[in-house]
């Protein structure tokens, strides 16, 4: 049914179906699609639409007319209007199929697992609050609006007790000056605090925000690093979180480790010896890059924007092996491995996936795809 057939302000009964990547509820009405915010699937809903596109609509609930099994009570008091959770009502179990399914349907794959976190609440070691001069808080959810935060059920509880002494510092020496706040959790379990200005490219040394599932990862990721490997290149290296582990896998190889943040380089040349690790944007070091890397594997934990086509074809010319992809955003994976599979002429091609639930309670997910080339 065209768009047409609908109206801004009209309300439609819907029955949700699934969650899109966006953390949206997805339901149909005579074959056209609606997303719904706070649905859970298998809720029956009247929905008041709020806008239309030419192939489907936005909603939200105005009235919950069945509820799902997969529904639950949200525990922060926050939830509903803050921007840093999607899934809160959503039961875990519930969480982890809709990952797979959206997983498996944006890779093309007939199923991708997704290992779960331990801790589905706690387990974040660090947050960024935004300080607007008066508030200190997150921004609401679809807006850079601030609201005060009392607390935050998915940090780990001694970052959260530290909400109400930080906002009394920034009453104190930052009144009417914005900040970007990170807390976060050190090495030796002391919280640390860095204000920064919002222009500031100054971000604290990069770590995976929950500490029991990268355990997880990091094991596979080492797994996955062929045993034949002689060269291992690490782009986006952060601290050496993969770095490391694959030069204690292979003693003998040649393992780079490349990173923009100095701060991160720092601290992974203090801890681990024997890796060269550079502190350089990765797409100017690929470019002036000239020696020959034998046996190449190469391991790439970008953004969530992911990889520049210039990145990923330079990798390619380094004629790797096995590309290891690590990515917190299944829609610029899909993006980046379709470029390498066009760009290598179909040599490059998808050997398997697997998710790890890095982020409950939210719609994101890390993703480890490996990639091999059928040239060398």
Request: net charge positive; aromatic share 10%.
């Amino acid at each position: 049914m065209p768009r047409d057939g609908f109206q801004v302000g009209e309300t439609v009964e819907l029955y949700i179906e699934s969650l899109a990547f966006q953390g949206l509820g997805v339901g149909k009405k005579d074959g056209f699609v609606f997303f719904v915010d706070e649905t859970s699937p298998g809720d029956k809903i009247l929905a008041k639409i709020s806008s239309l596109k030419k192939n489907f609509g936005y909603g939200y609930i105005e009235k919950l007319i069945e509820k799902s099994n997969s529904r639950t009570e949200a525990l922060c008091p926050h939830f509903s209007f803050c921007g840093g959770c999607q899934w809160q009502h959503v039961k875990y179990e519930e969480q982890i199929f809709q990952k797979e399914k959206i997983l498996a349907k944006t890779l093309s794959r007939p199923t991708v697992k997704v290992i779960p976190s331990p801790n589905q609440y706690g387990y974040r070691n660090r947050i960024r609050l935004h300080w607007n001069g008066e508030i200190l808080g997150m921004y609401q959810r679809k807006s850079s609006t601030v609201f005060p935060i009392e607390t935050c059920k998915i940090v780990f509880p001694g970052i959260a007790n530290q909400f109400e002494k930080t906002r009394e510092r920034l009453k104190r020496e930052y009144s009417g000056k914005p900040k970007q706040v990170d807390l976060f959790l050190g090495e030796s379990g002391v919280i640390n605090t860095q204000i920064t200005n919002f222009d500031d490219r100054e971000y604290p040394p990069f770590s995976q925000v929950n500490f029991e599932i990268n355990e997880q990862l990091k094991k596979h990721v080492t797994n996955l690093i062929p045993s034949s490997a002689e060269s291992i290149l690490d782009l986006y290296c952060g601290s050496g979180n993969f770095t490391y582990l694959a030069k204690q896998k292979i003693d003998s190889a040649r393992v780079i480790g490349v990173e923009f943040n100095t701060t991160s380089i720092q601290e992974a040349k203090k801890k681990y010896s024997g890796i060269e690790f550079f502190s350089e944007d990765v797409g100017k070091f690929l470019k002036k890059w000239k020696e020959t890397l034998a046996k190449l594997t190469v391991i790439i934990d970008p953004p969530r924007t992911g990889c520049h086509p210039e990145v990923l074809d330079s990798i390619l010319k380094l004629s790797p092996r096995t590309i290891i992809y690590v990515s917190c955003d299944p829609m610029t994976l899909k993006r980046d491995i379709q470029h390498l599979q066009k760009s290598s002429g179909g040599n490059v091609t998808l050997e398997n996936a697997l998710g790890f639930d890095m982020f409950p309670q939210t719609y994101h997910v890390e993703t480890v795809a490996v990639l091999n080339s059928s040239s060398y």
